[in-house]
């Protein structure tokens, strides 16, 4: 069965204190992993998709990074507004479904 | 461009009784997914709707079902509701398979159950 484990389950940094969270998974033949930004209240807003080992993606203050086994979302020199729950998600080959982890709670403290 | 629309945004229901959740996909989507945001609990696939046909659901009973019309925009709804089923119910749209887990979110229907 997939699965996806997120860590830690809550964060508190100060701004800018810059930190990762991990995302570990499993899953029979990764077609995509994907990097989700949810804010109180609202639906979960696309960030990243990485298809393979080894690949990276930016934007802005965030990095995501892609092994054989685990996700990494970098966030260097967070600011407040980065405050939110951060959710990762994989698609397994010949699936249409997002398996989604349980998120990281992230406050970034002025 | 608008985005996903979802209505409503609130509602309170006891138990026994159905619901009716409604989603409007981005224009141009003609893929609707919906999931299920329990508390404590990550998202859990619901169901998948593209070009009018239901392609895929997810481990939940069959009391819940949904379907969507001519122009994309989708039901969901829940029969016999249970306790259980509090949560806020997300629906979203791509605008196909090739970037499938791209997906667009609307900002939920939160249903409570007493």
């Known amino acids: 069965e997939d699965q996806v484990t997120q860590s830690p389950e809550a964060l508190r940094l100060q701004e800018g204190e810059s930190s990762s969270l991990n995302c570990s998974y499993t899953?029979?033949?990764?077609?995509?992993l994907f990097w989700y930004r949810q804010d109180p209240g609202k639906g979960p807003e696309f960030l990243f998709t990485l298809y393979s080992a080894g690949e990276e993606k930016e934007k802005e203050r965030l990095k995501a990074t892609l092994t054989k086994k685990e996700s990494f979302l970098h966030i260097t020199a967070p600011k407040p507004e980065d405050s939110a729950t951060y959710l990762c998600?994989?698609?397994?080959?010949?699936?249409?479904?997002?398996?989604f982890g349980k998120g990281t709670k992230l406050t970034v403290n002025p | 461009e608008a985005g996903v629309t979802q209505s409503p945004t609130h509602l309170i229901k006891t138990r026994g009784q159905q619901v009716t959740l409604r989603c409007s996909p981005i224009s141009g989507h003609t893929s609707v997914y919906w999931y299920q945001q329990a508390l404590g609990l990550g998202l859990q696939f619901l169901l998948w709707y593209d070009e009018g046909e239901e392609r895929n659901r997810g481990n939940f009973p069959p009391r819940f079902s949904g379907r969507q019309f001519p122009n994309y925009s989708s039901e969901l709804n829940v029969n016999a509701l249970e306790l259980e089923d509090s949560a806020l119910y997300l629906c979203a749209s791509s605008p196909g398979t090739v970037k499938a887990g791209e997906l667009f979110f609307g900002e939920g229907s939160r249903l409570t159950v007493l």
């Open positions: 998600a994989v698609q397994a080959g010949g699936s249409e479904k997002l398996v």
């Open positions: 899953v029979s033949g990764l077609r995509g």
